[in-house]
Structure formats: C-alpha cells, structure tokens
C-alpha cells in the first residue's frame, strides 16, 4: 500500500511539473496584450494552480513555472485556483485592463519575495493566506524589468 502511495505521488508530481497553457500566446499586436503569470515555489507544490480569465480555462502554472498568453485589449477578470485534490481552498481574483501591444507580469510567491518592482504593491497585492503551509501568499503585478528577469529564472512552459 505504502509502494502504491509512493508512486501515486511521483505520478502527481510529474503531472505537475510543467506549466500548461490553454489559451494562445500571439505576437505583439495593437488588439491584444500579453500576459505572464509567474509561480514561485509555492506549497501545495505538487499541483498546478489553475487560471482562468473571464470564466474561460486559462493556464495551469505549475510550481517554480510561469505561463503567457494572449488577451484582448479591454478588461479582464482573472480568477487562480488550486484544484480540488489539493486540499487548498484559496483562491486569488483580479480585474485589470489591458491595452493592445502590452505585456503584464503577474507573480505569485511567498509574502518574503514581496521587494522593489512591485507595481502599486498597496493595491495590486492580494493577501492569501495559506491552509496548508499558513505562510502569506500573495498576488503581485511586477514592473516590467523586474517580471522579465525573473521569467529568465525558470524554465520555459513545456519544457
């Protein structure tokens, strides 16, 4: 039983070691923005936190990953999730509005990433607390100096 369990978890961490993006990613263009959304090393690490944007799938970002897609310009409500055998019942929500030819960098870390580059971090930072690990998560919208160099710091989705 204990060998059953011990592979059941390897099955669940291999499922969710890659970040999955379920909307498409286009050039620069003036109708669309493009979106990053960054995960840091956040406890329930096995699973992947499930995006979606206006009620639609978006991306599953998996742990110490990040996912990018495209939106229409205009305003979007985001809503990220962990899935049900988690056990986590958190959840963040945001509303933001996009301009064509733009590129957004969200991240989601522990509250000690929390730094410099944060945009509005007042009001653009959602406080979560975590059921699990009860360490502050947050939501954070980065600058776009700072969400680019720490793109380069994880690994590309699907790889």
């Known amino acids: 039983m204990r060998g059953l369990f011990g592979v059941l978890l390897l099955l669940l961490g291999a499922c969710a070691s890659t970040s999955t993006t379920k909307l498409p990613l286009h050039a620069e263009n003036d109708k669309e923005a493009i979106v990053h959304i960054i995960r840091g090393?956040?406890?329930?690490?096995?699973?992947?936190?499930?995006?979606?944007?206006?009620?639609?799938?978006?991306?599953?970002v998996a742990n110490q990953s990040y996912s990018s897609f495209s939106?229409?310009?205009?305003?979007?409500?985001?809503?990220?999730?962990w899935p049900k055998g988690s056990l986590q019942r958190d959840t963040f929500e945001m509303t933001r509005e996009f301009k064509g030819r733009e590129t957004r960098y969200f991240l989601i870390a522990k509250d000690d990433l929390a730094r410099p580059g944060l945009v509005d971090p007042g009001t653009a930072a959602f406080l979560l607390t975590s059921q699990l690990s009860k360490l502050p998560l947050k939501l954070m919208e980065l600058e776009p100096e700072a969400g680019k160099a720490l793109l380069e710091k994880f690994p590309a989705p699907g790889m």
Do not use: N, T
């Open 41 to 60: 090393s956040v406890v329930p690490y096995l699973y992947g936190l499930e995006v979606s944007v206006d009620g639609e799938p978006a991306a599953i």
């Open 71 to 81: 939106v229409p310009a205009g305003q979007h409500r985001f809503f990220l999730q």
